[in-house]
Structures are given as C-alpha cells and as structure tokens.
C-alpha cells in the first residue's frame, strides 16, 4: 500500500492550491486520513484530518476557515483544498492514514504516509 501526495507547487499570497492524496495497492486499514506538514527547522504538524467513513472533518486552528479537506472514497483519494494562503503555510505536506478511532491530530498514530509534497507561499 502506498499513499501519494501530489499537488504542491508556488504560489502567491492570498492564492489557492489543492493537494490530494491518492492511495494505491491493497485495501488498508484507515479510521482517520490526515494532513500534516513540515516547514524548515520545525516539526512536523498537523493540518487536518477526515474520517474516512463518516467525513467528519477537523483541522488545526492555524488553517481553519481557509483549508477544507475532503475524500472520495471511490477514488481512495483524500485532498485537502488551501484557499486564503499565507507565507507561514509555506512547508512539505504530507498525508497519512491512522486506523486509531481517536487522537486524529497525533503524529504517532498515523501507521502509513506519503512522500510529501512541497508548498511555497511567496509574499
């Protein structure tokens, strides 16, 4: 099983991106899909999170209002929509999937990640 984030890139302040995650393989176990990131000389942290069945959503309060994270449980693909981007936003951000039913914003919950993908918000 492999996740994929694909989507990163440059953009401007106030500008928009969507990433998306898509995963390949086998069927995995998930409860919750997450978003964290990491930016230089910091640790990782997290963004947001969906459960994957129901699609309750939660997000970190530095993006909440401007990101929205989604799944399509069809497409096994989890994105997570950035609008209203700031320069602080700038980092890798990856995507991983827990099977644990609580902590959706631990770090250590979260089995199986993917390779990252890199966001820069210029001023």
């Known amino acids: 099983v492999q996740l994929q984030a694909y989507g990163g890139g440059l953009v401007q302040a106030g500008g928009s991106l969507r990433l998306s995650c898509e995963a390949s393989g086998r069927t995995f176990s998930r409860y919750y899909m997450g978003w964290f990131r990491q930016a230089p000389g910091k640790q990782r942290e997290f963004v947001a999170a969906?459960?994957?069945?129901?699609?309750?959503?939660y997000y970190a309060d530095p993006v909440k209002g401007r990101f929205t994270v989604s799944r399509d449980n069809a497409e096994n693909t989890v994105y997570l929509q950035m609008n209203s981007l700031k320069p602080e936003d700038t980092a890798v951000y990856y995507c991983?999937?827990?099977?644990?039913?609580?902590?959706?914003?631990?770090?250590?919950?979260?089995?199986?990640w993917g390779q990252g993908t890199l966001v820069t918000v210029s001023s």
């Open positions: 969906i459960s994957w069945s129901v699609g309750s959503t």
């Open positions: 991983a999937a827990s099977n644990s039913g609580t902590y959706y914003s631990v770090i250590h919950m979260y089995y199986l």
